[in-house]
T-cell receptor
Framework: DAGVIQSPRHEVTEMGQEVTLRCKPISGHDYLFWYRQTMMRGLELLIYFNNNVPIDDSGMPEDRFSAKMPNASFSTLKIQPSEPRDSAVYFC??????????????FGQGTRLTVV | RKEVEQDPGPFNVPEGATVAFNCTYSNSASQSFFWYRQDCRKEPKLLMSVYSSGNEDGRFTAQLNRASQYISLLIRDSKLSDSATYLCVVNPVNTGFQKLVFGTGTRLLVSP
């Protein structure tokens, strides 16, 4: 398996534009996580899915953020409209059972988003 | 109070030194604990799980203190390649589902 695949790797957009980040988890993993990382706040959990169902979206900053997982092999995180403070690295991760010992959550390489 | 707290560092140590990081967590019902490592501009990767009895993996030792709600990571005989950010990760109990909450990380710099 190629691992968790995120696209795009880099995104520069103007304030007010819609941004869509994409993630393909590792096949067979039933958990998918979206994180945002900044220098100030570290790695923040935005939302996670189990078997394509959103379980906890309490980390989503506001209504401008939305996430979907239409099937087991694809998820999107959308920001509409984008703002400069959304600039960060967005990571997607997938796992079998993240709470079990020695069960690793595998991260994609991240999408570096810059909103100008 | 944050769910997971770490000293951001940086910890500057010479090669061969022993260094220890602590991390505290707020949810006393938390069941699973991990240390992840993140290199500059890379994604986090699992370093080791943390077991109740403590566990060792080569030069790395992890310990859990449930009474005080903290976990620790000890690195012996530091190598230049150990320079990275070490992320404490906790899985707080959550209605039968599992999630991973990360600390902000502790930066380690090992110098020659």
């Amino acid at each position: 398996d190629a691992g968790v695949i995120q696209s795009p790797r880099h995104e520069v957009t103007e304030m007010g534009q819609e941004v869509t980040l994409r993630c393909k988890p590792i096949s067979g993993h039933d958990y998918l996580f979206w994180y945002r990382q900044t220098m100030m706040r570290g790695l923040e959990l935005l939302i996670y899915f189990n078997n394509n169902v959103p379980i906890d979206d309490s980390g989503m900053p506001e209504d401008r953020f939305s996430a979907k997982m239409p099937n087991a092999s694809f998820s999107t995180l959308k920001i509409q409209p984008s703002e400069p403070r959304d600039s960060a690295v967005y990571f997607c991760a997938s796992s079998l059972d993240p709470g079990a010992a020695n069960t690793e959550a595998f991260f994609g390489q991240g999408t570096r988003l810059t909103v100008v | 109070r944050k769910e997971v707290e770490q000293d951001p560092g940086p910890f500057n140590v010479p090669e061969g030194a022993t260094v220890a990081f602590n991390c505290t967590y707020s949810n006393s019902a938390s069941q699973s604990f991990f240390w992840y490592r993140q290199d500059c501009r890379k994604e986090p990767k699992l370093l080791m799980s943390v077991y109740s009895s403590g566990n060792e993996d080569g030069r790395f030792t992890a310990q859990l203190n449930r009474a005080s709600q903290y976990i620790s990571l000890l690195i012996r005989d530091s190598k230049l390649s150990d320079s990275a950010t070490y992320l404490c990760v906790v899985n707080p109990v959550n209605t039968g589902f599992q999630k991973l909450v990360f600390g902000t990380g502790t930066r380690l710099l090992v110098s020659p």
